[in-house]
């Protein structure tokens, strides 16, 4: 159709118009109605007025219908027009002198609110054009976040006979609409079946459009390594296919951005956003550009780089200003003001927030002018001024509570209540941090609602009221304590038994009412559970064994959680105390795969201002009990440290003492009294000497151990398993040490389950000082994990083979961890396995197989000429699941037969094969490989935890296969 400005022109001679598809000219309405309603809708030259729809009767020209709505809404002719169009346009459009393109009539109906039958009504308009309208239409009510309208004109374009790329396209509106309203699976299904009509040679755009979407919507719903695929594959689509299109290009970029900074990836995040920031700067697009600021000064402060995300906010607000988004300006305004106030700069935040506060008053925004006004309380409290801190906050606050901004009022509250506090205003204070507690405990999971628990706990503490701040809670999610509710308590009391699933759990609750693991334990043992329906007698005697397996769990924490909560307090106590002699002691040094408490051991003369440092700790929720020479705190988790506080002249016994274990010392108190020697936790002494502090030794482990004729024992072998009479016959053997690791065989990348890429995943191992790691995803048969296709395996090849060009000499081995399936067969075919140089065989289905079966099922995999490794062997997870039913001596024997290395998992819920079967394979000449099974870059630091297991197993570095070389590994596996 034809606009005043192009398709078209009006004659300077009389009223026509040139039509535009016949080039013939148009009279007026009002010159010759019959004439204009063929040239304006296309009807036969007999057609008359009175023989159009009855729509379009009333009243009879698009530029009547134009007026009428404009008037209805009592909009001027420069107010319809806005920006897009002109008054002059507007009222040529009324007088019926130009007929607007569809995208000009698709702008006059968007802000009228009208839909295009009320201009055209019946007309006998082409099909294609009325696509195109609904199409335009629909992407006009995107961007005002109108999905009853997008659905409603994409679903009329879809229906006037789309082509496959334009259906694509109306696909994703559609989609766009179902993600806003929380319809996940329909619009992933959408965008499925749009991208199967997409022709990539000749629609990359509209393909680089979806997978953008898909990305997106991924990221929404938390999958982020999925989320990075898609945004990469549409970055990737665009530059292959030279798209130009910089708003899109600089969208995708942005996204991408947000997700790597979101992985902690923020070298990749920095560039991104640069590259995004490059492409908006040279298309002018300034918002975008903006966008890209605000990534790399989030990124940047995510980083602790304060002063580079201070300096590209303020880059983000220049061009804010440009375009005059004040919204978004005074968002940045208070991020910026925030890093300023954390730099300590505060002047600068002060004059930011002074800025924003006008700003505000300008926009007529009350809300953000109280959150301003709640920075400005921080700021003044941390300049000493308590009195108009507590003003401020308390007037900010009040206005936040009457506009219903309940999180933002809860701030408020805090910072009131810590300027209460700092004027000794113990009873306001208290007031004030309840209630933004309980205000934060109504809000479904809110992420600060433990850090400002925690806040107020440490300011009881600080003033000595240890039972307050123990005593009072750290709230809950408001919609957790309303599920739980709404559960009866024996169903959550059934769910704990492994196997036992909500469905199964139900029937057994409301058939026979049991509310107790004892009552279903003995309801299965009496075989009641059977005359219930679909449970037979395999469930029940499932059921039993998972009982008895549930008795037998401990409570315990997995080393690596009790290892980092050990290690953040040994770094805390060092920095703050200035101790020099402090260790990690007990079953935490001696790897044990579970931990009770951890024990911590520090040389000092006068313990009181150590334990009110170690009180004070990070995490410690509360003191247990404290003496003269030992502390007890419960950090979070639950986890108890005890710290005892020893001469620096018994450190080395102390040490010794109480890394224990409990075995090994009797062993060796045993040991010294027949050598009417006593050894105790301050030295060795001869008998009656102790009393007189005259020790034998006591100032290192090594000075005990050799006192008594004894080799040094590492820790890990301190369990009593013969390490005693080793060491005192000379022949320990020399354990494997992490240093001696040359590469991890056992990892996984977002290819599949795995958080982090490839090219991370490679440069954190180098880094490590490895000559190689194996990269091992997943074969597709667990569904769960995104397992590789054929075409996936070779795209991931290719991948290696450009990425060890670039990281030589060292090297990505490219390798599968394939599940081997129930009936005993590999998940992939031969072909595949041989496109491999290492094959992980590991079981993840079927776990309920009886031993024989399951026993069968890992040898067979095992005799398998292309497998390398048995993975995970037993299968458990500590805590959660037990090892299935599975004949290790068998196991050990077939790997000692056919030269299938055993793995030792350093996975902290794994740590399997377990230290006992360790030294058993050990003994019997098999070959282990200790990998950390990681699948994020900084789980390949838990290579440590493979390690410590295998030490607790006797194995020393001939043992292993991954302590050689590069060439030398390789040739250590089996003959294909």
């Not at 790691?773 to 290719?798: F, Q």
Request: charged content about 25%; hydrophobic content about 40%.
């Amino acid at each position: 159709m034809l606009s005043a400005h192009a398709s078209g022109t009006v004659s300077s001679r009389s009223p026509h118009i040139v039509r535009a598809d016949s080039g013939q000219y148009c009279s007026s309405s009002l010159e010759n109605p019959d004439r204009w309603a063929y040239c304006q809708f296309g009807l036969d030259r007999g057609a008359s007025v009175a023989s159009l729809p009855e729509a379009v009767q009333k009243p009879v020209t698009l530029g009547e219908r134009v007026r009428a709505a404009r008037h209805a809404l009592g909009l001027s002719q420069a107010q319809l027009a806005g920006d897009e169009l002109t008054k002059g346009f507007i009222s040529q459009v009324e007088a019926g002198l130009v007929r607007p393109s569809l995208r000009s009539l698709q702008i006059i109906a968007s802000r009228l609110g009208r839909s295009l039958d009320y201009f055209i009504g019946d007309e006998s308009l082409a099909g294609a054009k009325r696509r195109v309208f609904h199409r335009l239409a629909a992407q006009a009510a995107i961007e005002r976040h109108d999905w009853a309208a997008v659905r409603r004109e994409a679903s009329s374009a879809l229906a006037l006979q789309a082509q496959a790329g334009e259906r694509a396209t109306l696909l994703r509106y559609l989609a766009s609409a179902d993600a806003a309203e929380g319809k996940r699976e329909q619009a992933f299904e959408r965008l499925a079946e749009a991208m199967s009509l997409v022709d990539a040679n000749s629609d990359a755009t509209e393909l680089a459009e979806l997978l953008h979407a898909r990305g997106v919507l991924y990221v929404e719903h938390g999958q982020l390594a999925a989320g990075a695929e898609s945004l990469e594959a549409a970055r990737d689509v665009m530059e292959q296919r030279e798209i130009t299109d910089p708003r899109l290009r600089a969208r995708t970029l942005v996204h991408l951005g947000t997700v790597y900074r979101r992985l902690h990836r923020t070298v990749k995040a920095l560039a991104t956003y640069e590259l995004a920031l490059a492409v908006a700067s040279r298309s002018s697009e300034l918002r975008l550009a903006a966008q890209s600021y605000m990534g790399v000064a989030v990124a940047l402060y995510d980083a602790g780089e304060l002063d580079g995300a201070i300096g590209n906010y303020q880059r983000a607000l220049g061009l804010l200003e440009r375009v005059s988004d004040t919204t978004v300006e005074l968002s940045v305004m208070q991020s910026l003001a925030t890093v300023q106030f954390e730099h300590g700069d505060m002047n600068a935040a002060r004059e930011t927030v002074d800025r924003c506060s006008e700003r505000a008053a300008l926009a007529g925004d009350v809300r953000v002018g109280a959150i301003v006004d709640v920075l400005r309380a921080r700021i003044t409290l941390e300049e000493g001024d308590s009195e108009n801190a507590l003003r401020l906050a308390e007037s900010a606050g009040a206005r936040l509570a009457d506009l219903g901004d309940h999180r933002q009022q809860a701030d408020a509250l805090r910072v009131g209540a810590a300027a209460a506090h700092a004027r000794g205003d113990f009873g306001s204070s208290d007031q004030s941090y309840r209630k933004a507690i309980e205000i934060l405990a109504s809000i479904e999971d809110h992420p600060d609602l433990s850090t400002l628990a925690a806040e107020y706990a440490q300011k009881l503490r600080a003033r000595g009221d240890l039972e307050s701040a123990f005593a009072y809670p750290t709230g809950r999610s408001k919609r957790h304590d309303e599920l739980q509710a709404a559960v009866p308590p024996g169903l959550l009391t059934l769910l704990r038994v492994p196997g036992v699933g909500p469905a199964t759990a139900r029937t057994i609750y409301e058939g026979l009412k049991i509310t107790t693991i004892e009552e279903l334990e003995e309801a299965a043992k009496d075989h009641r559970l059977q005359q219930l329906p679909k449970i037979q007698a395999k469930t029940e005697e499932n059921i039993l064994r998972s009982i008895a397996a549930l008795k037998q769990r401990t409570g315990r924490s997995l080393l690596h959680e009790a290892r980092a909560a050990a290690t953040t307090m040994v770094d805390y106590l060092r920095a703050e105390t200035g101790v020099v002699q402090i260790a990690i002691a007990g079953s935490l040094r001696r790897y044990k795969e579970t931990i009770g408490d951890v024990d911590i051991v520090v040389a000092g003369d006068d313990a009181a201002p150590i334990f009110e440092v170690f009180a004070r700790g990070p995490r410690v929720e509360r003191v247990l009990a404290r003496g003269d020479t030992k502390c007890s705190v419960i950090v979070d988790r639950g986890l108890q440290i005890d710290l005892r506080v020893i001469p620096a002249r018994s450190f080395g016994a102390a040490l010794l003492y109480f890394t224990g274990s409990k075995e090994h010392n009797v062993r060796l108190r045993g040991l010294a009294l027949r050598r009417k020697l006593l050894l105790n936790e301050y030295g060795l002494y001869r008998v009656g000497a102790e009393a007189r502090g005259q020790e034998i030794a006591s100032v290192t482990e090594e000075e005990v151990y050799a006192a008594l004729d004894m080799d040094f024992i590492p820790p890990e072998l301190r369990e009593d398993r013969g390490e005693v009479d080793a060491a005192r016959a000379h022949a320990l053997p020399t354990l494997v040490e992490v240093a001696q690791i040359r590469g991890d065989l056992h990892t996984h990348t977002n290819w599949t389950d795995g958080r982090d890429p490839l090219a991370d995943m490679a440069r954190r191992a180098r880094a490590k000082g490895y000559a190689y790691i194996a990269v091992t995803d997943h074969s597709p048969g667990l569904g769960m994990t995104n397992g590789l296709s054929p075409e996936r395996i070779e795209a991931r090849l290719a991948e290696a083979a450009r990425l060890n060009a670039e990281l030589a000499p060292f090297r990505i081995i490219v390798g599968t961890e394939v599940d081997i399936r129930a009936n005993g067969a590999l998940d992939y075919p031969d072909q595949l396995l041989a496109k491999f140089d290492i094959v992980s065989a590991s079981v993840h289905s079927s776990f309920a197989q009886t031993r024989d079966q399951m026993t069968a099922r890992v040898v067979g995999a095992m005799r398998h000429p292309l497998v390398t490794a048995l993975s995970h062997p037993t299968g458990r997870l500590l805590e959660k699941r037990e090892p299935h039913a599975v004949d290790l001596d068998k196991v050990i024997d077939a790997a000692v037969e056919t030269g299938t290395w055993i793995e030792v998992n350093g996975g902290p819920e794994r740590l399997d094969l377990p230290d006992t079967w360790i030294r058993k394979a050990v003994e019997r000449g098999a070959t282990l490989a200790t990998n950390s099974d990681a699948h994020a870059i900084e789980e390949l630091d838990w290579m440590d935890l493979a390690v410590g297991t295998a030490r607790r197993g006797w194995a020393a570095q001939r043992n292993l296969a991954n302590v050689s070389g590069l060439d030398a590994m390789l040739a250590l596996r089996k003959k294909r």
